[in-house]
C-alpha cells in the first residue's frame, strides 16, 4: 500500500509545471483538463463497478441463480459503462464549438510555420506591419489570438499544453486554432508529431504577458536591429555577413536578408536558443555556431568549427547583442 501510494504521488508530480495540460492557464486548455477530470472520474466509475460486480459473484454463497447473475452482468458490465460512457462522449461533442471556434474580427493574427526542427513565427498586429521571429511566441493577457498553423516539410504538432489544445501542422494545408491566455507566465510547447531525427529537440516557448507589457514587447519587435557601438560587435556583424551567414538570416537593420533560416533580427532578447533547448547566453551562441550538428543531429544549420575563435566570438557577441 505504501509503495502504491508513493507511485501514485510520482505520477501527479508530472501534472504541474510549465508544459502540462493539467496546469490550465487559458481558456480553451481549462475546458480540455475539465474534460480530462470528467473522463478520469468515469473511468473509475466503471472500474469500480466491474470490480464490485466481479467480487461479489466470485464471493456469492451458494452460487447465484442463472436469472439473478445474468441481470447483474447486463445492469453491471453492460447498462452502466454504456449510460457513463455515452454521457461523456455528448459532453465531449458540446464541447468542441467552443475550443474550435475562430477567434473574433479585428484580433491578433499569428502564423507558425513548422520546419525540421524549429518553429517560424508571423506577427500580423491588427495596426501594425508583420513581423517575424522564431521559436518563442508572446500573448497579451485576455486577448483571443488566432493561430494560422502551416509545416515547411514534414507534419508537425503544435502543442502548448498549459494554454490549448494540440493541432496537426501538414504540409500544404492551413489549420487554426485560437488561444485566449488567462494569465500571465512563461509556458512550454514541444512538437508534438514524430518529423524526424530532432524532433524531440524541438520545442518553443510561449510568454503571456499583462497587456500593457505585450505592447512594449511588440513595439520593440517591429524595430528593425540597432547598430552595436561595440568593436567587438561590429566586428562580428561584418564576419556574419562576410563567412555567408546572412544568406540564410535575416537581421532588419542590416545587410543580412535571407529566407531559409531564423529571423535573428532580436535573437538576444530571446528566451532560448535552437528551439527552446540551450539557454540563451553568448557561450551558448558560441557553442551553437561552431557544433551545431552535434548539438541537433540532422539540423540544416552547418557547424562553422573551422572559423578562428576569435572571428566565433566576435559574432557571438553580436548576436548576443540584438537586444
Given at each position: 500500500m505504501r509503495h502504491a501510494f508513493w507511485g501514485a504521488m510520482f505520477l501527479l508530480a508530472?501534472?504541474?509545471?510549465?508544459q502540462s495540460a493539467l496546469y490550465p492557464a487559458g481558456t480553451g486548455s481549462d475546458r480540455i483538463a475539465e474534460l480530462f477530470y470528467w473522463m478520469t472520474g468515469g473511468a473509475v466509475l466503471i472500474w469500480l463497478a466491474v470490480v464490485a460486480l466481479g467480487s461479489y459473484c466470485l464471493r456469492a454463497t451458494p452460487p447465484m441463480e442463472r436469472r439473478r447473475a445474468a441481470i447483474?452482468?447486463?445492469?453491471?458490465?453492460?447498462?452502466?459503462?454504456?449510460v457513463v460512457l455515452t454521457a461523456l462522449l455528448i459532453y465531449g461533442l458540446a464541447m468542441l464549438p467552443g475550443l474550435l471556434q475562430p477567434a473574433p474580427e479585428g484580433s491578433l493574427r499569428i502564423a507558425v510555420i513548422g520546419e525540421q526542427w524549429w518553429w517560424r513565427v508571423r506577427y500580423f498586429p491588427p495596426d501594425g506591419e508583420p513581423f517575424d521571429?522564431?521559436?518563442?511566441?508572446?500573448?497579451?493577457?485576455?486577448?483571443?489570438?488566432?493561430?494560422?498553423?502551416?509545416?515547411?516539410?514534414?507534419?508537425?504538432?503544435?502543442?502548448?499544453?498549459?494554454?490549448?489544445?494540440k493541432v496537426d501542422m501538414i504540409p500544404g494545408r492551413t489549420n487554426t486554432l485560437r488561444f485566449s491566455a488567462a494569465r500571465a507566465g512563461r509556458y512550454r510547447g514541444q512538437c508534438a508529431e514524430y518529423c524526424g531525427a530532432s524532433h524531440a529537440l524541438m520545442c518553443l516557448y510561449a510568454v503571456v504577458h499583462e497587456p500593457e507589457d505585450y505592447n512594449r514587447?511588440?513595439?520593440?519587435?517591429?524595430?528593425?536591429?540597432?547598430?552595436?557601438?561595440?568593436?567587438?560587435?561590429?566586428?562580428?556583424?561584418?564576419?556574419?555577413?562576410?563567412?555567408?551567414?546572412?544568406?540564410?538570416?535575416?537581421?532588419?537593420?542590416?545587410?543580412?536578408?535571407?529566407?531559409?533560416?531564423?529571423?535573428?533580427?532580436?535573437?538576444?532578447?530571446?528566451?532560448?536558443?535552437?528551439?527552446?533547448?540551450?539557454?540563451?547566453e553568448p557561450e551558448t551562441f558560441l557553442r551553437w555556431i561552431s557544433r551545431a550538428e552535434a548539438i541537433k543531429p540532422g539540423s540544416h544549420m552547418p557547424s562553422f568549427s573551422i572559423l578562428p575563435t576569435d572571428d566565433l566570438n566576435a559574432i557571438a557577441a553580436w548576436l548576443d547583442g540584438l537586444q
Open positions: 508530472g501534472c504541474d509545471g510549465v447483474l452482468v447486463i445492469g453491471g458490465g453492460v447498462i452502466f459503462p454504456t521571429l522564431a521559436n518563442e511566441i508572446h500573448l497579451p493577457v485576455g486577448q483571443p489570438v488566432q493561430f494560422e498553423l502551416h509545416s515547411a516539410d514534414v507534419i508537425h504538432s503544435f502543442w502548448i499544453p498549459s494554454l490549448g489544445g514587447w511588440a513595439e520593440r519587435q517591429a524595430l528593425a536591429a540597432s547598430k552595436s557601438t561595440e568593436p567587438a560587435a561590429a566586428r562580428g556583424e561584418e564576419l556574419f555577413l562576410t563567412h555567408g551567414c546572412g544568406a540564410c538570416h535575416t537581421v532588419r537593420g542590416s545587410a543580412a536578408g535571407g529566407l531559409i533560416g531564423p529571423d535573428l533580427t532580436h535573437v538576444g532578447s530571446r528566451l532560448s536558443l535552437a528551439a527552446g533547448i540551450l539557454p540563451n
